[in-house]
């Protein structure tokens, strides 16, 4: 991934993960291999992580924590009401922008 599209995917990763965390809950590990899997390979688990406090912080998650078979109890998110309005947004607003670049990208048409 080049630095232009490193630089864009930091404004949007967390309409991304939130968009996974509405498909099914999952633990941090688990949305980086997906994020990695879809091509961004350039994603840092501690990058993830942060922003995995951040969402649960802003009260956009609710958060159990699961035993693990390979250590210590892992932090399962999904998404709460707040982050199903908040995603909601994201999406309005992706779609707004997303269809001016069209127009941009076809010559102002």
Not at 37 to 55: K, N
Not at 73 to 81: D, E, G, Q, T
Not at 90 to 99: G, H, I, N, P
């Amino acid at each position: 991934m080049g630095k232009q599209a490193t630089e864009m995917l930091k404004g949007i990763l967390e309409g991304i993960v939130l968009a996974i965390l509405s498909v099914r809950p999952a633990y941090g590990y688990e949305i980086t291999a997906w994020l990695r899997d879809q091509g961004f390979s350039d994603i840092a688990e501690g990058t993830v992580y942060a922003l995995l406090v951040r969402v649960e912080q802003r009260g956009l998650v609710d958060v159990e924590k699961v035993p693990s078979e390979k250590g210590p109890p892992r932090k399962v998110y999904s998404l709460n009401a707040k982050g199903q309005d908040y995603l909601a947004e994201f999406w309005r607003t992706w779609s707004f922008l997303a269809e001016r670049l069209e127009q941009l990208h076809q010559g102002g048409k």
